[in-house]
T-cell receptor, first 116, second 113 residues
Framework: TQLLEQSPQFLSIQEGENLTVYCNSSSVFSSLQWYRQEPGEGPVLLVTVVTGGEVKKLKRLTFQFGDARKDSSLHITAAQPGDTGLYLCAGVFASKISMGNEKLTFGTGTRLTIIP | SAVISQKPSRDICQRGTSLTIQCQVDSQVTMMFWYRQQPGQSLTLIATANQGSEATYESGFVIDKFPISRPNLTFSTLTVSNMSPEDSSIYLC??????????FGSGTRLTVV
């Protein structure tokens, strides 16, 4: 079974602080995505990364894909209460693509709370 | 990106009954995906629904419990059959591809009593 582990599972910090969330697997990804989910809603796509070592920025959010395409991180600078939510990494494993299977495997999730 | 309308948004059902969840997409898509999200958990894929063929179920999910229909390229339904309290979850449909991300419906929050 191919697993995606996220850490930390829960994170509660003060507004203005920085934080990093990690997503790790023992298998190689064809692509990896980060989503944020708020209560009562489905996950919303934040970014897709496909190239090892790739770095993408979305305002105060910085996403990095590991060189070996087995891990990723999400860094938030100067966190704000609006950043509160469940952050999910999700990937398509390279071995599955070769089989014509594009199903998405989700990470265990990080529940982030930003305290005003 | 596609826009998905999912309904109902929530329901409370008696054990032993069935609930059918509908997803309508504003564009034609080849594959639709159904997920379950148990309270406080991440998402688990139930099945992949292709138009014109039977759905492909993941390990731990069976067609008798979660029958899926895919009558055309913009619509799908998931039925949760013979419900028990353990089926209380959020159920989500999704469309997309690994190169450009996935779009999700807003989910159906099911409570079985």
């Amino acid at each position: 079974t191919q697993l995606l582990e996220q850490s930390p599972q829960f994170l509660s910090i003060q507004e203005g602080e920085n934080l990093t969330v990690y997503c790790n697997s023992s298998s190689v990804f064809s692509s990896l995505q980060w989503y944020r989910q708020e209560p009562g809603e489905g996950p919303v796509l934040l970014v897709t990364v496909v190239t090892g070592g790739e770095v993408k920025k979305l305002k105060r959010l910085t996403f990095q894909f590991g060189d070996a395409r087995k891990d990723s991180s999400l860094h938030i600078t100067a966190a704000q209460p609006g950043d509160t939510g469940l952050y999910l990494c999700a990937g398509v494993f390279a071995s599955k693509i070769s089989m014509g299977n594009e199903k998405l495997t989700f990470g265990t999730g990080t529940r982030l709370t930003i305290i005003p | 990106s596609a826009v998905i309308s999912q309904k109902p948004s929530r329901d409370i059902c008696q054990r032993g009954t069935s609930l059918t969840i509908q997803c309508q997409v504003d564009s034609q898509v080849t594959m639709m995906f159904w997920y379950r999200q148990q309270p406080g958990q991440s998402l688990t894929l139930i099945a992949t629904a292709n138009q014109g063929s039977e759905a492909t179920y993941e390990s731990g999910f069976v067609i008798d419990k979660f029958p899926i229909s895919r009558p055309n390229l913009t619509f799908s339904t998931l039925t949760v059959s013979n419900m028990s309290p353990e089926d209380s979850s959020i159920y989500l449909c999704s469309v997309g591809g690994h190169g450009y991300g996935y779009t999700f419906g807003s989910g159906t929050r099911l409570t079985v009593v």
